[in-house]
């Protein structure tokens, strides 16, 4: 069944139809082409709204909805993220304006380049604490912190002071307890 003129597998009764509407809209986000991935039948792209996200894509959606600026300096930053791949840019921008960063070379399977460069594992799916520091970080959100939201996200977590911002606003909710 076709939901939408944009995307099949997008329908108005979904709670996130207009954020997915806007999105696209917005040049932020897109689907994928009804050649595979899409398994449809109908001609029409599909977005797969339950699909994890990988740190690639993060870093692209990031950019462009933060509209951080076109900063290539200093690039490339990242052994693992050649100039032909399609988040090179977005990676190198979201770098730049200091909204991500990767992990040291000389791990098991990422030996250092002769400039000691990070790898930044863009296929890996990104974590809700990560995505939430990208967010928090490439919209400005800065101010305190005055109170835990989750139980599971104390003020000692990584990630508390980004995770707090961004569900202070509505972005983010969390899962009932149990």
Same mark, same amino acid.
């Given at each position: 069944?076709?939901?939408?003129?944009?995307?099949?597998?997008?329908?108005?009764?979904?709670?996130?139809?207009?954020a997915v509407l806007?999105?696209?809209?917005?040049?932020?986000?897109?689907?994928?082409?009804?050649?595979?991935?899409?398994?449809?039948?109908?001609?029409?792209?599909?977005?797969?709204?339950?699909?994890?996200? *990988?740190?690639?894509?993060?870093?692209?959606?990031? *950019?462009?909805?933060?509209n951080l600026p076109?900063?290539?300096?200093?690039?490339?930053?990242?052994?693992?993220?050649? *100039?032909?791949?399609?988040?090179?840019?977005?990676?190198?921008?979201?770098?730049n304006a200091g909204?991500?960063?990767?992990?040291?070379?000389?791990?098991?399977?990422?030996?250092?380049?002769?400039?000691?460069?990070?790898?930044?594992?863009?296929?890996?799916?990104?974590?809700?604490?990560?995505?939430?520091?990208?967010?928090?970080?490439?919209?400005?959100?800065?101010?305190?912190?005055?109170?835990?939201?989750?139980?599971?996200?104390?003020?000692?977590? *990584?990630?508390?002071?980004?995770?707090?911002?961004?569900?202070?606003?509505?972005?983010?909710?969390?899962?009932?307890?149990?």
């Open positions: 069944p076709r939901c939408h003129d944009r995307f099949n597998d997008v329908c108005p009764g979904d709670y996130f139809y207009f806007d999105l696209d809209t917005a040049h932020v986000m897109s689907g994928y082409d009804t050649i595979p991935p899409c398994i449809n039948g109908a001609e029409v792209p599909c977005f797969k709204p339950y699909n994890n996200i *990988t740190r690639g894509q993060a870093a692209k959606i990031i *950019t462009l909805g933060a076109a900063n290539p300096e200093g690039a490339p930053h990242f052994t693992d993220v050649p *100039t032909t791949s399609a988040f090179y840019q977005f990676i190198e921008y979201a770098y909204v991500i960063n990767g992990y040291p070379c000389g791990g098991p399977g990422e030996p250092c380049d002769s400039n000691n460069r990070a790898y930044y594992r863009p296929g890996n799916d990104v974590t809700r604490g990560q995505l939430s520091k990208m967010v928090s970080t490439g919209f400005g959100y800065n101010e305190p912190v005055v109170a835990q939201t989750f139980e599971d996200v104390p003020p000692t977590s *990584t990630f508390y002071a980004w995770i707090e911002r961004i569900a202070q606003r509505g972005i983010i909710g969390g899962y009932q307890c149990g």
